[in-house]
């Protein structure tokens, strides 16, 4: 029973292995290629919403919560109602 590697349907540009393709120079060019791949994947699994262009709903659960925006030192709420007097009853 012949041993396959697996190959990712992703994608051509990175080398692979055939089946029968177990030449030393091939082993060599993978095995060369392969950190490079692994701190590719590292870099994607670490992009959060905070530093790339993707929705927070799409934080990993072990994801670092976002910060809160600092206070304007505005009050919250909507406008103040006037300070009416009112006359004495006439």
Aim: hydrophobic share 35%.
């Amino acid at each position: 029973m012949a041993v396959t590697p697996y190959t990712p349907s992703y994608g051509t540009d990175r080398p692979s292995l055939d089946a029968g393709d177990w030449s030393r120079d091939a082993v060599q060019a993978l095995i060369v290629a392969l950190p490079e791949r692994v701190r590719e994947l590292a870099a994607r699994l670490a992009q959060t919403s905070a530093n790339a262009s993707r929705p927070p709903s799409s934080d990993p659960r072990q994801a670092p919560p976002r910060p809160k925006a600092p206070l304007s030192g505005r009050q919250r709420g909507g406008r103040k109602a006037l300070d009416r007097t009112l006359m004495p009853g006439i």
